[in-house]
Nanobody
Framework: QVQLVESGGDLVQAGGSLRLSCVVS????????MGWYRQAPVKPRELVAA???????NYADSVKGRFTISRDNANNTAYLQMNSLKPEDTAVYYC??????????????WGQGTQVTVSS
């Protein structure tokens, strides 16, 4: 049974930093592409950052230069370092893992989410 457990969400002032962690169990972590998504109230879930199994990263324009995604395959953990936080970064952040099966299909797994609140 694959499990993703996020941690690190908190209340922080604007300009501050947080680091989110996502520990994955029940599967071979290194073969999964990993991502962080967020969802603010009454807004759709959006991709924040992603990192492939090979280490290629991409970011939403709104977080480029402020957020950094990384992974530690030895410890089955993905991270999201968030700097220069803004009130508009307030959301529930979800960890996502995708195991590619074919070029167009895969297995998707989600964590339960961790709340990030940025005060102005």
């Amino acid at each position: 049974q694959v499990q993703l457990v996020e941690s690190g969400g908190d209340l922080v002032q604007a300009g501050g930093s947080l680091r989110l962690s996502c520990v994955v169990s029940g599967t071979i972590f290194s073969i999964h592409d990993m991502g962080w998504y967020r969802q603010a109230p009454v807004k759709p879930r959006e991709l924040v950052a992603a990192i492939t199994s090979g280490g290629i990263t991409n970011y939403a324009d709104s977080v480029k230069g402020r957020f950094t995604i990384s992974r530690d395959n030895a410890n089955n953990t993905a991270y999201l370092q968030m700097n220069s936080l803004k009130p508009e970064d307030t959301a529930v952040y979800y960890c996502h893992a995708r195991q590619k099966l074919t070029a167009s299909a895969g297995r998707d797994y989600w964590g339960q989410g961790t709340q990030v609140t940025v005060s102005s």
